[in-house]
């Protein structure tokens, strides 16, 4: 059974920092995807950012480039979002999700964590 367990959301002030972290586990190939996923209050889930499954290639939501960071640790089958200069628009529950190789979404989803910014 795949869980993707997400962790490291609380209440930060702006311009502060948070690290989200998600780790996998029942997956049986690492040949995988992971990407992040945020939903503000009353609006759908939005993408943020996604990293292939070598580490090798990323990309973002124009609303965080050059703010978050996403990363992987295939030895530890976690995937990180490093969020910088935080904004009070980046208030939401923040997802990890899974895209296994050769399927055309992601197609296992984390609990959400939830991510608050205040002014």
């Known amino acids: 059974q795949v869980q993707l367990v997400e962790s490291g959301g609380g209440l930060v002030q702006a311009v502060g920092s948070l690290r989200l972290s998600c780790a996998a586990s029942?997956?049986?190939?690492?040949?995988?995807?992971m990407g992040w996923f945020r939903q503000h209050p009353g609006k759908e889930r939005e993408f943020v950012a996604r990293?292939?499954?070598?580490?090798?290639?990323?990309s973002y939501a124009g609303t965080v480039k050059g703010r978050f960071t996403i990363s992987r640790d295939n030895a530890k089958n976690t995937v990180y979002l490093q969020m910088n200069s935080l904004k009070p628009e980046d208030t939401a529950v923040y997802y990890c999700?899974?895209?296994?190789?050769?399927?055309?979404?992601?197609?296992?989803w984390g609990q959400g964590t939830q991510v608050t910014v205040s002014s």
């Open positions: 990293i292939s499954g070598s580490g090798g290639s990323s």
């Open positions: 999700a899974v895209q296994r190789e050769g399927r055309p979404k992601y197609d296992y």
């Open positions: 029942g997956l049986t190939s690492r040949s995988y995807a």
